[in-house]
Antibody
Framework: EVQVVESGGGLVQPGGSLRLSCEAS????????MDWVRQAPGKGLEWVGR??????????DYAASVKDRFTISRDDSRNSLYLQMNSLRTEDTAVYYC?????????????WGQGTTVTVSS | QSLLTQPPSASGTPGQRVTISCSGS????????VYWYQQVPGTAPKLLIY???LRPSGVPDRFSGSKSGTSASLAISGLRSEDEADYYC???????????FGGGTKLTVL
């Protein structure tokens, strides 16, 4: 079965750090761009960032709201994607989803995890 | 404030046809593909439309997408109770060099 499973969420104080993981199964992330998308409580979807795959230079893009605080990395040997979050703010509280870009769907996000919840609070 | 503007709510009765609009600009919708996602509360989003008007395998043909200029629309015909969900449009934005989502539209089936 093709799926991704996020983990690593939890409660963290403002200014703290947290690392989220996304483990894929049923496909190789090395073949895909991978995104992180978040959803604050009761709010809409917000794109966090994207990691391109090796044929596309492994480059990353970030939303302005997280740039210079969050870092996306990938370990293709572990078939996993990561989101390192530093200098966390209360407004980063959200469910964080990992999602696969499908080239055959023109880079639509076709596989999503169940999400992991991050709460930033003192 | 999202760069893609959607109405916050829409509604219809079973069997009806409803449309949800998504307004953007030349840096996103006008020159990029539009995607639509369906999210039933408490679950992950699901890709409904890609490349502005194509459906992934498994998505019923009751769902259709269109684009004209800086706006896009999602139409749902033969409305069913299970279509009650939040719907989001999305596109790449060249000025931000990032993906942008609309604010979402909550569809109620009366």
């Amino acid at each position: 079965e093709v799926q991704v499973v996020e983990s690593g969420g939890g409660l963290v104080q403002p200014g703290g750090s947290l690392r989220l993981s996304c483990e894929a199964s049923g496909f190789s992330i090395s073949d895909h761009y991978m995104d992180w998308v978040r959803q604050a409580p009761g709010k809409g979807l917000e794109w966090v960032g994207r990691a391109r795959n090796k044929p596309n230079s492994l480059t990353t893009d970030y939303a302005a709201s997280v740039k210079d605080r969050f870092t996306i990395s990938r370990d293709d040997s572990r078939n996993s994607l990561y989101l390192q979050m530093n200098s966390l703010r209360t407004e980063d509280t959200a469910v964080y989803y990992c999602a696969r870009n499908a080239e055959h769907y023109y880079y639509g996000l076709d596989v999503w995890g169940q999400g992991t919840t991050v709460t930033v609070s003192s | 404030q999202s760069l893609l503007t959607q109405p916050p709510s829409a509604s219809g009765t079973p069997g009806q046809r409803v449309t949800i609009s998504c307004s953007g600009s030349s840096s996103n919708i006008e020159n990029k593909y539009v995607y639509w996602y369906q999210q039933v509360p408490g679950t992950a989003p699901k890709l409904l439309i890609y490349r502005s008007n194509l459906r992934p395998s498994g998505v019923p043909d009751r769902f259709s997408g269109s684009k004209s200029g800086t706006s896009a629309s999602l139409a749902i015909s033969g409305l069913r109770s299970e279509d009650e969900a939040d719907y989001y449009c999305a596109a790449w934005d060249d000025s931000l060099s990032g993906r942008v989502f609309g604010g979402g539209t909550k569809l109620t089936v009366l």
